[in-house]
């Protein structure tokens, strides 16, 4: 299981984002400049993000980005999932798909809502917060 990039970009900029809190707005340049990612990139994450309502965009002169709720009530599952949709292992799980051959006789099938359930699950109890204090931590070092 792997991350698309996309998704692994939205965590970097989410945590860059949450390194502003408290200090203002911040631009998606900024963010660009600070996470190295190239500007077109986080502006696609940022829409995402802000369509998810985890960051809320301000116009005008004191505009910019700005964390939607506490990093504490932000999630890594919340940000995986703003980019990638819900979080699900296999295609059989979501609802309307039926593209696999062993469907009608799958053993495993009613077994993935508890197998995605724990992997959201994990990636539920991973607060940004938490990403940012490692982020913190390596930078002192």
Known sequence: MRLSNLADYAVVTMTAAAG?????????????????????????VVSKLTAAGLLRSVRGAKGGLQLARPAAAITLADIV????????????????????????????????????????????????TQLTQNTHQRELA
């Open 20 to 44: 502003h809190c408290g200090g203002g707005r911040v631009s998606a340049s900024e963010l660009a400049a600070e996470t190295n990612l190239p500007a077109p990139t986080v502006q696609k």
């Open 81 to 128: 999932e703003a980019i990638e949709g819900p979080i699900a292992l296999t295609a059989c799980v979501d609802t309307g798909t039926h593209d696999c051959g062993l469907e009608l006789n799958c053993a495993v099938k009613p077994h993935w809502a508890v197998v995605n359930q724990a992997v959201r699950g994990a990636l539920a109890d991973i607060p940004l």
